[in-house]
């Protein structure tokens, strides 16, 4: 049985480190080459589940965590690793 985003993210409401999940899950699927395939599925469902745009990914959730540590990951690597 394969996990949709909706899944991901009802599995890790309350979760006592959000941010450690969302960083440990990208670098898991980045290692997979599926990092953008997994945020754009995380934010999809975020965006579907937003009732009013003034609040759009404001929440302290998977896919907002997820796509922070992505970021970080991405701007720390192009600053240390150089272009081949």
């Known amino acids: ?8 993210t009802e599995l890790t409401k ?4 959000l941010e ?3 960083l440990n899950t990208v ?4 290692s997979q080459h599926l990092a953008l395939t997994m945020l754009t599925g995380l934010l999809e469902d975020e965006i579907k ?7 759009l990914f404001r929440a302290n959730s998977l896919a ?3 796509m922070d540590q992505y970021m970080k990951l991405v701007s720390w ?8």
């Open 27 to 30: 670098k898991f699927f980045q």
């Open 49 to 55: 589940s937003t009732d009013v745009a003034n609040t």
């Open 64 to 66: 907002t965590k997820s």
């Open 1 to 8: 049985m394969a996990l949709t985003p909706a899944d991901l």
């Open 20 to 22: 450690a999940l969302a």
């Open 77 to 84: 690597r192009a600053t240390t690793v150089p272009p081949l």
């Open 14 to 17: 309350g979760a006592p480190n």
